[in-house]
């Protein structure tokens, strides 16, 4: 059984910043992709960012590209989205989401695609 916990939302100003947290547990995840993805009130969940578990390849969606960083720490089983010059667009319910690696990074943007989700976090910009 997979979990995947996150943590990290919160309020924040326009310009600020927040670092999610997203810990794996369950299984071992060596041959996994993880993902981040957000969704907001009444638009369909949107990829964000994907990294594979070694940590040595990413894919980041063009909206958030120079703005957030995903990152992974494999020793802790744990999943980092740093958030930077955040906007009130960039409010929505934030997921960390991981699969077993079928396929290509790039195709990591397919929700789809991701067999396990966590339970999100709510991540607040106010202007």
């Known amino acids: 059984q997979v979990q995947l916990v996150e943590s990290g939302g919160g309020l924040v100003q326009a310009g600020g910043s927040l670092r999610l947290s997203c810990v794996a547990s369950g299984r071992p995840f060596s041959s996994y992709a993880m993902g981040w993805f957000r969704q907001a009130p009444g638009k369909e969940r949107e990829f964000l960012a994907a990294?594979?578990?070694?940590?040595?390849?990413?894919n980041y969606a063009d909206s958030v590209k120079g703005r957030f960083t995903i990152d992974i720490s494999y020793l802790k089983k744990t999943l980092y989205l740093q958030m930077n010059s955040l906007q009130p667009e960039d409010t929505a319910v934030y997921y960390c989401?991981?699969?077993?690696?079928?396929?290509?990074?790039?195709?990591?943007?397919?929700?789809?695609?991701?067999?396990?989700w966590g339970q999100g976090t709510q991540v607040t910009v106010s202007s």
């Open positions: 989401a991981a699969t077993p690696m079928t396929f290509a990074l790039s195709e990591a943007t397919n929700r789809n695609l991701y067999a396990y």
């Open positions: 990294i594979t578990w070694s940590g040595s390849s990413t």
